[in-house]
């Protein structure tokens, strides 16, 4: 699984320095930064993306304006989080 960021203002190019990736629920500690790749275990899993003056999240690759996205991870996927820079 990969998780990147996109600039939306800047041709959605990949955002350096990356952004934050927290999973299943831990808001306390980065697993990594974009774009983050990892495995994990088949099943339900939650990714989370932050903002980061400038970057500021907007909305996830299937729409949801919603920081936290649940997927169902169950083959190697790619989800993208898209920033307006303010």
Same mark, same amino acid.
């Given at each position: 699984m990969?998780?990147? %960021? $996109? %600039? $939306?203002d800047n041709g959605n190019?990949?955002? =350096?320095? +990356?952004?934050? &990736?927290?999973l299943d629920g831990n808001t306390s500690q980065c697993a990594g930064f974009t774009p983050f790749t990892t495995t994990l275990t088949s099943g339900s =899993?939650? $990714?989370t993306l932050t903002d980061y003056p400038p970057n500021v999240f907007q =909305?996830?690759?299937? +729409?949801?304006? &919603?920081k936290a996205r649940v997927v169902n991870v169950n083959a190697n996927a790619t989800y993208n989080g898209y920033y307006t820079t303010h």
């Open positions: 990969t998780v990147d %960021a $996109l %600039a $939306l190019a990949e955002i =350096h320095p +990356g952004m934050c &990736v927290f =899993h939650t $990714l =909305h996830w690759d299937n +729409g949801s304006t &919603v």
